[in-house]
């Protein structure tokens, strides 16, 4: 089973407007640490929110929140006031804190529309 | 604060030839680990480091080669390259545990192509 899944290759947004990406993950590890990375055109990866699994108030980094549902084991971001720069890849990934293991998704395209 | 440094960032290789890549890091994290990336594509694991002198394959680690002798230095090895992997490479690094600083922090990545 995948540990890591985001079921949106790509996604849209009107500069300005909020967007939510997708992200459910699989854990049996009671103690896990959830990121958010962005990776531009440029190619490097950019860390951009963390949310623990006991952290009992969803992260906000910004304009990047983390929508973080325990019983549904979802943890998707959310991006407001989209701007241009945004546009990038966005990746998904967990770590068992029992295990160490690192585990990314495959990753949402999103595209910033003028 | 130099973090995580790789180098080349580019490198064009012959089929057959062998290169390695670069991995420093001086932040004294345990933690070091080597990502394929592929076009289009997410991050594979080939291998990574829990410590000096100890490492163990990831999810692809067919056709590479590494070691740590140090806590700083995680060298990528390959050996009769392939056109199959060309690719960009990305090495990582991170603390065993503990909070938001057990994430990753990401090198800049390499560039190959095997042609």
């Known amino acids: 089973a995948q540990k890591i899944t985001q079921t949106q290759p790509g996604m849209f947004v009107q500069e300005k407007e909020a967007v939510t990406l997708d992200c459910t993950y699989d854990?049996?590890?009671?103690?896990?640490?959830l990121f958010w990375y962005k990776q531009p055109s440029s190619g490097e990866m950019i860390f951009l929110i963390y949310q623990g699994s006991y952290d009992q108030q969803n992260a906000t980094e910004g304009r990047y929140s983390l929508n973080f549902q325990k019983a549904r084991k979802s943890a998707n971001l959310v991006i407001s006031a989209s701007q241009l720069g945004d546009s990038a890849m966005y990746f998904c990934a967990m770590r068992e804190v029992l295990t160490g293991q690192f585990y990314f998704g495959t990753g949402t395209s999103l595209t910033v529309i003028p | 604060n130099a973090g995580v440094t790789q180098t080349p960032k580019f490198r064009i290789l012959k089929i057959g030839q062998s290169m390695t890549l670069q991995c420093t890091q001086d932040?004294?994290?345990?933690?070091m680990y080597w990502y394929r990336q592929d076009p289009g594509m997410g991050l594979k694991l080939i291998y990574y480091s829990v410590g000096a002198g100890i490492t163990d394959k990831g999810e692809v680690p067919n056709g590479y080669n590494v070691s740590r002798s140090t806590t700083e230095d995680f060298p990528l090895r390959l050996e009769l390259a392939a056109p199959s992997q060309t690719s960009v490479y990305f090495c990582?690094?991170?603390?065993?545990?503990?909070?938001?600083?057990?994430?990753?922090?990401f090198g800049s990545g390499t560039r190959l192509t095997v042609v």
């Open positions: 932040m004294n994290h345990n933690y």
């Open positions: 854990t049996s590890d009671p103690s896990y640490g």
């Open positions: 990582a690094s991170s603390y065993p545990r503990g909070g938001a600083n057990y994430g990753y922090t």
